[in-house]
């Protein structure tokens, strides 16, 4: 007979009783998922898009400033279209409509706060284009002006043809006379709507006046488009990032253990 410490103790086999899990989705999670995950890839596929639209832009603006200095005695050319020459030398000749000065609000420059200057440039043939004259600091009071005024009625100006500046997500559209008859205040450069407010026969497009040109201000042009192509593949990259994550946190809150 067994010794009673040798004594083997029989159980009936059983099944493998370890915990499993199973993927059971809630309600809640399923409907916030649902209605995020759509939104987090349209804004990575926006921003992709982005960074190939402004690689071509880029890629046309220097194609353009390639070409030789267009002289210009009508702004009719490009009419109807700020990119039909973006990024092109340009040579005007006209005079300068003093009395109708224009400032881009909010504009900022190594962290103070300005206006770019935008004169109108009456050609020969009586149509106009918006001079981007450079920026210039904002005076301490919100209802003071910047000395912006021409001594020259007469001018050549020289530059870069190049579309509005891109707006602000918050700027208005409003058009703010309280600095005085011949100031102008926007947030929102919109020829077509000063045109009318100024009687001018404006074009389409602004003229950024070349650094080395007179009757200017400070002239450090942004790049073509604005935020870089790196910038926006940088987006793009975040928002499928956030994508995945919604994923991966959707997944671990609807495993369940069995």
Do not use: C
């Amino acid at each position: 007979m067994a010794h009673p410490q040798y004594r083997q103790e029989w159980r009936p086999i059983t099944p493998d009783r370890r915990r499993r899990w199973a993927f059971r989705p809630a309600l809640a999670p399923t409907l916030a998922a649902a209605l995020l995950l759509p939104v987090l890839l349209a804004l990575a596929d926006w921003q992709w898009h982005r960074a190939a639209d402004k690689i071509a832009l880029r890629e046309h603006w220097a194609a353009q400033s390639a070409l030789p200095p267009l002289r210009l005695s009508s702004t009719k050319l490009g009419a109807g279209d700020p990119f039909a020459l973006a990024g092109r030398p340009v040579i005007v000749r006209g005079r300068w409509q003093a009395e109708h000065q224009v400032l881009l609000d909010n504009q900022v420059a190594d962290g103070q706060v300005g206006y770019r200057v935008f004169t109108p440039l009456r050609l020969p043939d009586g149509t106009a284009v918006l001079v981007d004259r450079g920026w210039v600091p904002a005076p301490p009071r919100r209802d003071e002006a910047p000395d912006v005024g021409l001594t020259t009625q007469d001018a050549v100006a020289a530059g870069v043809a190049s579309p509005a500046p891109v707006p602000g997500p918050f700027a208005r559209q409003d058009i703010d006379a309280s600095l005085g008859s011949s100031i102008l205040r926007v947030q929102l450069l919109d020829p077509p709507a000063l045109s009318q407010r100024l009687g001018l026969d404006l074009a389409p497009w602004t003229l950024r006046l070349d650094p080395a040109a007179p009757d200017g201000y400070r002239r450090r042009w942004p790049p073509p488009g604005g935020l870089t192509p790196e910038r926006h593949r940088a987006y793009a990259v975040q928002w499928f990032a956030l994508a995945a994550l919604l994923v991966i946190v959707y997944v671990k809150l609807n495993l369940r253990r069995i």
